[in-house]
């Protein structure tokens, strides 16, 4: 069936779109997701940390003093596999322990700590990093320090993008299966109405072939195109006037050949007679 | 229905069964890696905690305390673990499987009546593993965790109506597409094989369809070609033969009758001695819907783009609303610059105008692709009451894709996708329209120009209407609530325009105007909330085919005085009752009626 393609390539393409529009979505679903399971594990962080920093702070011992909490941040950050960094900040906001340790001693941005008054912690998300903190107190209540994770969302995007594989090569097949559908569908659907085109195309080329050859088509291909019977019922009346106006001068011309003829053979005829009498 | 509607239903049939099946498949495979990220999410956060525990533990069975003599386990496990709401057990055990102390979370009263293992623990659904406790590289005992683990990770549960927002908008694309190829390959090649029919029942064989798409109708269009041709080279072949009659025959009689047969052959038909032309048709049925879905199109990123500069929504509507208006109407004028030309600039303005932080200079880029869309759909007219009132229907689809768009943007933070459809849109809008006007014959009515005037009246109702519900948030409206608003108007149009075709009178767009504005207009003190913003939709998506269709039934701008009375009583009236409702509303809120009393 001539010309589905164009259709089935058209319905094909639906199917694309809602791909791409529907991949776009779940990147951004997938990065969302991802970005609150990497809160969730700074949280978790902050948590192993500030569980023994907050029980020695309610004791009296300010967090600059609590030396061993430094080989405990870059234990949690090797647990990570160093996707995360850990900040222990004094009371002024001044890195006094880091697993990152060019940190130390300077103070950490002031994006970091807007949610301090928060007892239960805070995020900090940016276009660049995510960051959970937790303030620690002493036993008046008055703020220690912080303690401070923060993990790129570079690593995030890395992430999301190894989890869209299975996705992308899904949607790969899929599509596949669909360019199948698509023409099978199209052929399914089309078929009566190309059927009938085709017929249609067909009539009307044998009309076209009885009309180019000079035979009088058959009435059924006449009812493919109406109104060319009867203009070629016109022409062949003008022709047939053509031929009868001619038909007397052929005649004659005729007639007049086959007279000479006649006489050609009675002189021929006479001229022999002679030399026989003679011989 | 049709032959032609019959075979494409089934191929939007045929889409939507390929679409859903790719769009399912692939929306598991996310959740599966989904699914996925979130245990290895789980089993680091258990690695974290179980570290802590385990180095706590073999410090203090490392200062020479018999991990089976230790005391207090459990109470340390109780301080260190109930500030993690997702830890729901923990054990410590000896090598040889003896607990010394454990932890249960509160709320997990089915785990304390039983002993606890790691079998246990995961028969129970929950994520558990086993650390050992080193000693000096020897095992002394183990910790048990176990964490909760969501079926679904947080975040997932709550995209579901951005999935369906993708799965909706980007079928109304495919139907787009869908539709467009099935009118160029199926429905044009159908109407100038039509139109050659008709041409030659009248005798007339001087015309051809040209060349058709490479569709389904393409045989036949080049088959009826072919008989043209046959039929003028039979009648150029009589004609040479009554020549050759008048001017070689000995015959004087002839030679004065070849005249006459040659008159007669002259009066038998028109036909092309000198080579067929091409028909020269008008499609502007088949042109005018697709335009104004993609003109809406444009004008909602347009306004999207722009208001995300900083200009204020309902500013932004009223500047597109006033120059499509005005672009519509400068078509009037002859010999414009081409259409591609302006879709060039006006696409260039679109690409730039996100970098625009100035909102400002936004402004007239958006006038520009405005009034570029319009004046390109202005170049389209189309007299028939039916296609006038279904082109109501693709603006309200264009609208509803375009608002599609702009919520998926939103959810995403990127901004190609709107920028880019924008781009794209113009794009094709210009190519249409070029298309047309390069194709397009003469007029079907002397009135054109009428129409071509009143045409802009349709938009400028349209987005009147859109404006109102738009404003009615003060941009306050969430890009989720406006998408519903808009999927209101399409199902209001779709609704009006089953109406008016089954009842094709001048009554029933009477009617159903006014009561469309005044439903409209009763939703507009209500404000923001969702209710109001979809019966304001749905009420303009009312209202839109019906004026269409009213302006067409009245042949353009004549003979509206008495829909206009009704459409201001309408208003006047849905304006009291609105104000009135929102007031009741407040009363309500403020527990002054409905019985409820301050003790």
């Not at chain 2, 005391?71 to 993690?84: K, Q």
């Not at chain 2, 405005?370 to 039916?386: D, E, K, L, Q, Y």
């Not at chain 2, 779709?494 to 439903?519: E, I, K, N």
């Amino acid at each position: 069936m001539r010309g589905l393609g164009r259709l089935a390539l058209t319905v094909w393409l639906c199917a694309a779109i809602v791909q791409v529009l529907a991949l776009a979505t779940f990147f951004a679903t997938l990065e969302n997701v991802k970005t609150r399971l990497a809160v969730e594990q700074l949280r978790t962080l902050v948590n192993r940390v500030e569980g023994p920093a907050a029980a020695r702070a309610a004791l009296g011992y300010p967090l600059e003093y609590q030396a061993d909490l430094q080989a405990l941040v870059e234990s949690l950050s090797l647990a990570v596999k160093r996707s995360a960094d850990i900040y222990i900040t004094d009371a002024q906001g001044v890195v006094v322990f880091a697993s990152e340790h060019e940190r130390i001693g300077e103070p950490v941005p002031g994006a970091w700590l807007q949610g301090t008054d928060s007892s239960d912690g805070w995020v900090a998300a940016t276009a660049m990093e995510n960051v959970f903190g937790a303030r620690v107190v002493n036993a008046f209540g008055e703020r220690s320090g912080t303690i401070v994770a923060r993990a790129l969302r570079r690593d995030v995007i890395v992430d999301v993008i190894s989890a869209m594989r299975t996705p992308a090569i899904v949607a790969g097949l899929s599509l596949g299966l669909a360019g199948v559908l698509a023409v099978a569908g199209t052929a399914l659907a089309a078929r009566a109405a190309a059927r009938r085109y085709e017929a249609g195309a067909e009539a009307l080329d044998r009309l076209a072939a009885a009309v180019s050859a000079g035979k009088a088509p058959d009435a059924e291909d006449l009812a493919a195109l109406p109104g060319v019977g009867d203009v070629l019922a016109r022409v062949a009346a003008v022709e047939e006037e053509a031929r009868r106006l001619d038909r007397p001068l052929r005649d004659a011309a005729a007639s007049a050949s086959a007279a000479s003829a006649a006489s050609a053979s009675a002189s021929a005829a006479r001229s022999s007679r002679p030399a026989g009498r003679a011989a | 229905m049709s032959s032609n509607s019959r075979l494409f239903a089934l191929l939007l049939m045929v889409a939507a069964v390929a679409t859903l099946i790719t769009w399912v498949a692939t929306a598991m495979a996310v959740v599966v890696s989904t699914a996925g990220l979130g245990r290895d999410a789980v089993s680091v956060r258990l690695e974290l905690v179980a570290g802590g525990i385990t180095r706590d533990i073999a410090e203090y069975a490392g200062a020479g305390i018999g991990l089976s003599e230790a005391v207090g386990v459990s109470e340390y496990l109780r301080e260190e673990l109930s500030g993690d709401p997702a830890v729901a057990a923990a054990l410590v055990e000896t090598p040889d499987g003896r607990p010394i102390g454990r932890f249960i979370r509160p709320d997990r009263d089915d785990l304390t009546a039983t002993t606890l293992d790691l079998a246990r623990l995961e028969r129970s659904g929950l994520t558990a593993a086993a650390f050992p406790v080193l000693v000096e590289g020897m095992t002394v005992g183990r910790v048990v965790l176990a964490m909760e683990e969501a079926a679904l990770p947080a975040g997932l549960d709550g995209a579901m109506p951005h999935f369906f927002v993708a799965l909706v908008t980007a079928l109304l694309f495919g139907s787009h597409l869908i539709l467009t190829a099935f009118r160029e390959l199926v429905e044009r090649p159908q109407q100038a094989v039509l139109a050659v029919q008709q041409r030659v029942a009248l005798r007339q064989f001087d015309a051809s369809a040209g060349a058709v798409a490479d569709g389904p109708v393409a045989p036949v269009a080049e088959a009826v070609t072919r008989v043209l041709v046959a039929v003028n080279d039979r009648v150029a072949r009589a004609r040479a033969y009554v020549q050759e009659l008048r001017d070689f025959s000995f015959n004087r009689d002839a030679a004065a009758a070849a005249g006459t047969l040659d008159e007669r052959l002259g009066r038998s038909g028109t036909f092309a001695p000198d080579g067929m032309v091409v028909l020269r048709l008008d499609h502007a049925a088949l042109v005018l819907g697709p335009a104004l879905f993609r003109a809406a199109l444009v004008i909602a990123l347009g306004i999207w783009l722009a208001a995300r500069g900083g200009l204020p929504v309902a500013l932004s509507v009223a500047a597109a609303l006033l120059v499509a208006a005005v672009g519509g109407l400068a078509r009037l004028v002859p010999r414009m610059p081409r259409p591609l030309f302006l879709a060039g600039l006006a696409a260039a303005a679109l690409v730039v105008l996100p970098a625009f932080p100035e909102p400002w200079l936004g402004l007239p880029l958006l006038a520009l692709a405005s009034a570029h869309a319009f004046a390109t759909v202005a170049t389209i007219v189309c007299s028939h009451p039916a296609v006038r009132a279904g082109a109501a229907l693709h603006a309200a689809f264009g609208l509803a894709a375009g608002a599609g768009l702009i919520h998926l943007e939103h959810v995403s933070g990127s901004t190609w996708v709107t920028t880019g459809t924008a781009v794209l849109a113009l794009f094709a809008l210009a190519v249409l329209g070029t298309r047309h006007a390069a194709t397009a014959g003469p007029p079907p009515r002397p009135d054109a120009a009428a129409g071509r005037l009143s045409l802009p009246l349709l938009p400028i109702l349209f987005w009147a209407g859109a404006a109102l519900w738009l404003a009615a948030g003060s941009g306050a409206v969430g890009t989720y609530e406006a998408w519903a608003a808009t999927i209101a108007v399409a199902v209001g149009s779709s609704l009006m325009l089953t109406v008016l075709y089954r009842w094709r009178a001048r009554l029933v767009a009477d009617v159903a105007l006014p009561v469309a504005l005044f439903g409209a207009v009763v939703a507009l003190p209500l404000g923001e909330s969702v209710a109001a913003l979809m019966l304001g939709g749905f009420a303009v998506g009312i209202g839109a085919p019906a004026a269409a269709g009213l302006q067409a039934l009245h042949g353009g701008l004549r003979g509206m005085p008495w829909t206009a009375t009704a459409v201001t009583l309408g208003a006047v009236l849905g304006g009291l009752a609105g104000t009135a409702g929102a007031a009741v509303v407040e009363l309500t809120a403020a527990g002054r009626l409905g019985g409820r009393t301050a003790p």
